[in-house]
T-cell receptor, first 120, second 110 residues
Framework: EVQLVQSGAEVKKPGESLRISCEGSGYSFSTYWITWVRQMPGKGLEWMGNIDPSDSYTNYSPSFQGHVTISADKSISTAYLQWSSLKASDTAMYYCATIGFGSFRAFDIWGQGTMITVSS | QSALTQPPSASGSPGQSVTISCTGTSSDVGGFDYVSWYQQYPGKAPKLMIYQVNKRPSGVPDRFSGSKSGNTASLTVSGLQAEDEADYYC??????????FGTGTKVTVL
């Protein structure tokens, strides 16, 4: 079965660092780009950025550039989203998704989401 | 990059049709035939319903259809069913491997 499995929910304090993961299985992980999407509580979807797992090339939405880092380790079929200093405004659900697995330039296989709560 | 504009809500009775619009610019929706639509139930991950404006992934009912004219794309759900009650988001490729989502539309089945 083709799937993306994300790491579990996290509760962190402002200023702490964090890395969440997205592990692909059932397909050739390096073949398809991964995207990250934020959904703040009660709000809509926001595209954050992409990574090509084959060479770790990344690009970011201007809204997220400099605030998060996207990376990947193709040897373990895992993509990451990390923060060096969390803020309360980072509280949200974060999803990873493949791009173009069965489509073209669409987000077709989604992870289950990782809820991040940042509170003092 | 600004979010694509969708109506906050849409509704219809069972069996009727509902159409959701998604308005962007010539830099995204109007510039590429790479508009996709996602269905999201509360507390669940989004699901791809339409890609490349009007293509359906395997398993998506043919009640769901997409179209585009100029800078506006549309999703139509025909023969509305109770299970179609969900949030729907459009998304568009915006060039240089950038993407943008719509503001989202809550569909209510009356």
């Amino acid at each position: 079965e083709v799937q993306l499995v994300q790491s579990g929910a996290e509760v962190k304090k402002p200023g702490e660092s964090l890395r969440i993961s997205c592990e692909g299985s059932g397909y050739s992980f390096s073949t398809y780009w991964i995207t990250w999407v934020r959904q703040m509580p009660g709000k809509g979807l926001e595209w954050m950025g992409n990574i090509d797992p084959s060479d770790s090339y990344t690009n970011y939405s201007p809204s997220f550039q400099g605030h998060v880092t996207i990376s990947a380790d193709k040897s373990i079929s895992t993509a990451y989203l990390q923060w060096s200093s969390l803020k309360a405004s980072d509280t949200a659900m974060y999803y990873c998704a493949t791009i173009g697995f069965g489509s073209f330039r669409a987000f077709d296989i989604w992870g289950q989401g990782t809820m991040i709560t940042v509170s003092s | 990059q600004s979010a694509l504009t969708q109506p906050p809500s849409a509704s219809g009775s069972p069996g009727q049709s509902v159409t959701i619009s998604c308005t962007g610019t010539s830099s995204d929706v109007g510039g590429f035939d790479y508009v996709s639509w996602y269905q999201q139930y509360p507390g669940k991950a989004p699901k791809l319903m339409i890609y490349q404006v009007n293509k359906r992934p395997s398993g998506v009912p043919d009640r769901f259809s997409g179209s585009k004219s100029g800078n506006t794309a549309s999703l139509t759900v025909s023969g509305l069913q109770a299970e179609d009650e969900a949030d729907y988001y459009c998304s568009s490729y915006a060039g240089s491997i950038f993407y943008v989502f719509g503001t989202g539309t809550k569909v209510t089945v009356l």
